[in-house]
């Protein structure tokens, strides 16, 4: 039993501190998971900007729910950006992989934003989510315009 416990502790350890690149089986496993987590994170985020342009009622509640599941979205895509995967049914630049550092600061600035969105949901101040979801929307649309193929 301790030897069971003990296999499994380091399997687990193994699996949590394997580069990125050995958690997908083939390159087009991390090109779908990056663009499910992305198609996932706009739609919440897509239902607070609804609400935040006024184009559907504002709800608190459904606000501060959908912001919660994008702040958690946006954590996800960025390890699924593995070298080898700017290939295959992606619009991922190659700069993705070329100018890494400038990719991951974009994807950090976004994730820096989404929290704010998130928080300012929770205090269920309208004007201070259109304020974050707009700063949101723009990070979102830099790095679309540096990094994603038309
Ligand atoms: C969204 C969404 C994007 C961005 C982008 C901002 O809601 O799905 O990709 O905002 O349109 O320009």
């Given at each position: 039993?301790?030897?069971?416990?003990?296999?499994?502790?380091?399997?687990?350890?193994?699996?949590l501190?394997?580069?990125?690149?050995?958690?997908?089986?083939?390159?087009?496993?991390?090109?779908?998971?990056?663009?499910?987590?992305?198609?996932?994170?706009?739609?919440?985020?897509?239902?607070?900007?609804?609400?935040?342009?006024?184009?559907?009622?504002?709800?608190?509640?459904?606000?501060?729910?959908n912001?919660?599941?994008?702040?958690?979205?946006?954590?996800?895509?960025?390890?699924?950006?593995?070298?080898?995967?700017?290939?295959?049914?992606?619009?991922?630049?190659?700069?993705?992989?070329?100018?890494?550092?400038?990719?991951?600061?974009?994807?950090?600035?976004?994730?820096?934003?989404?929290?704010?969105?998130?928080?300012?949901?929770?205090?269920?101040?309208?004007?201070a989510?259109?304020?974050?979801?707009?700063?949101?929307?723009?990070?979102?649309?830099?790095?679309?315009?540096?990094?994603?193929?038309?």
């Amino acid at each position: 039993m301790k030897t069971l416990a003990s296999l499994v502790l380091a399997a687990a350890a193994i699996t949590l501190s394997a580069p990125a690149s050995a958690q997908f089986a083939k390159p087009e496993d991390a090109i779908k998971y990056r663009k499910s987590a992305l198609t996932i994170m706009a739609t919440h985020f897509g239902r607070v900007g609804a609400m935040a342009n006024g184009r559907v009622p504002f709800d608190a509640k459904v606000a501060a729910d959908n912001a919660a599941i994008a702040e958690t979205m946006s954590k996800l895509p960025w390890t699924a950006f593995v070298p080898g995967s700017d290939a295959g049914d992606t619009k991922a630049k190659s700069e993705i992989w070329s100018d890494n550092a400038k990719f991951k600061e974009a994807a950090e600035k976004m994730q820096g934003e989404m929290v704010k969105v998130a928080a300012a949901a929770r205090t269920g101040n309208i004007d201070a989510i259109k304020s974050a979801v707009g700063a949101t929307g723009g990070t979102c649309k830099a790095c679309h315009d540096a990094f994603r193929k038309e």
